[in-house]
């Protein structure tokens, strides 16, 4: 994405780096929710292969999130920098 460039005209560099703040937050959230129902074993009796890919495709969910907020993280930085 383009980074906003703080500016007279423009929107406060608090109104942009705090909804990135809330945003990361929201993600951690959805990460630790998405934490609590991790595939276990025992919920695939004499079907361990579905467990391993259903785990496999957990953890990508997750790992997706962590990308978003990584993404986030790194706009809000260079907005306190102020870079393009």
Request: aromatic content about 2%.
């Given at each position: 994405?383009?980074t906003p460039q ?16 809330d945003a990361i ?5 959805a990460v630790e ?52």
């Amino acid at each position: 994405m383009i980074t906003p460039q703080i500016n007279i005209n423009g929107t406060s560099r608090d109104d942009l780096i705090n909804p990135r703040r809330d945003a990361i937050d929201h993600l951690m959230d959805a990460v630790e929710a998405l934490k609590q129902v991790t595939p276990n074993g025992r919920d695939y009796p004499g079907n361990p292969d579905g467990c391993v890919a259903d785990r496999v495709k957990h953890y990508q969910r997750i790992g997706s999130l962590m990308a978003i907020r990584e993404a986030i993280h790194a706009e809000a930085i260079r907005i306190v920098n102020n870079e393009a």
